[in-house]
């Protein structure tokens, strides 16, 4: 339940990361309109153009000021940007961001700086957006086909059962890792929607053998048999009676699923093949840290955090297996 509180902040975190740390105002009054520019952090076509035409340059307080004197605006908690370095007096009474090795943690850096003056702790904030992202999406993408493949394999049978297992073989032979290395080489431009559809894509196959499981386990059960002697269609036997007694196992793997796409994208930023910039990302500041000891802000922080969310992950998948296997409650 601790590691469920965890992730759900962490959800929270995310979906809030703009009020959190940023210099971009959540809502401002500019000219007699209200402006969102904040939104601009999940998508930069959401921040109006408007600021862009009058040459604000991301510096809201001073040019909101000088161009609209009667203007407003509700704040960030924390004044600091995930993607450029703070400069002075771009706040009030908050001086710049410290630069390379002078960048520990302070009041105004909470988490220090990394090497060129931009703030870890509105990095890792924004990163672990990033972080919950390529977790929930990639494998939101592989329990879709796995439970589709896997339930179409164990209710038909047969030369169909047959064929998906072979496909399902043939899949797990092809090292994700590997196969995201080729797709960054390949493409001129990689995404971060480009890592998560190859891991969802490579990451179906565990899913699809349970739910096959299941589904020949569940299909010779007296329900189902009795379904069939009343004339219920397959369709109906597929989707109303057999996968809502199967789906309680299949998120056992889902969930450490999200913790191992995490900690790959963490692995892949780490060594600078994962999100491009300016996506911040716990990894990368990793693999800044890496070659500056000294740094040692740069290596703790995320790398705490790459740990938590995995463990809590874990947790969560371990507290599942315990809920749903009659086996270890009998055991218990």
């Known amino acids: 339940m601790i590691a469920l509180a ?38 930069r076509s959401w921040e109006n153009a408007v600021f862009r035409k009058d040459r604000f340059r991301n510096v809201y307080p001073a040019k909101l000021r000088e161009k609209d ?30 630069t390379r090795d002078e960048g520990r943690p302070n009041r105004f850096n909470l988490f220090g700086t ?10 890792m904030v924004h990163g672990a957006r990033t972080a919950l992202l390529v977790g929930f999406v990639s494998m939101g993408i592989a329990t879709t086909i796995g439970v589709i493949v ?6 038909f049978g047969g030369w169909i059962d047959t064929a998906l297992s072979r496909l399902i073989e043939v899949v797990m032979c092809v090292p994700s890792l590997v196969l995201i290395l080729a797709l960054i080489a390949v493409l001129e431009r990689p995404t ?5 559809a190859v891991l969802g894509v490579t990451g179906w196959t565990g899913i699809a053998r349970l739910t096959r499981a299941e589904f020949l386990r569940l299909k010779e059960l ?23 007694n199967a789906m309680a196992p299949v998120l056992v793997p889902v969930t450490f699923g999200i913790a191992s796409a995490i900690l790959t994208e963490s692995a892949l930023s780490f060594l600078g093949f994962g999100a ?57």
Not at 114 to 123: H, L, M, S, W
Request: net charge neutral; proline share 9%; glycine share 10%.
């Open 222 to 244: 007296d329900y189902v048999v009795a379904a069939r002697a009343i004339g219920v269609g397959r369709t109906a036997i597929m989707f109303r009676h057999l996968m809502r």
């Open 69 to 98: 004197p009667a203007s407003w605006a509700i704040w960030p908690l924390v004044y600091q940007d995930p993607y450029r370095r703070v400069r002075d007096g771009e706040w009030p009474d908050q001086p710049a961001n410290p």
């Open 276 to 332: 491009p910039p300016p996506n911040p990302s716990w990894g990368a500041l990793l693999n800044d840290g890496r070659g500056n000891q000294q740094m040692w802000w740069l290596i703790v922080f995320p790398g705490v955090a790459i740990f938590l969310t995995v463990l809590a992950y874990n947790l969560i998948g371990e507290g599942l297996q315990e809920s749903t296997d009659p086996r270890l409650a009998g055991a218990e």
């Open 192 to 196: 971060i929607w480009h890592l998560m």
């Open 114 to 123: 990394n090497r060129a003056g931009v703030d870890v702790f509105a990095q």
């Open 6 to 43: 965890y992730v759900v902040m962490m959800g929270l975190v995310a979906l809030l990361s703009p009020a959190i740390a940023g210099t971009k105002p959540l809502v401002c009054s500019y000219q007699g309109k209200l402006y969102f520019p904040a939104l601009g952090y999940f998508n």
């Open 150 to 155: 896997g339930a179409t394999a164990g209710f």
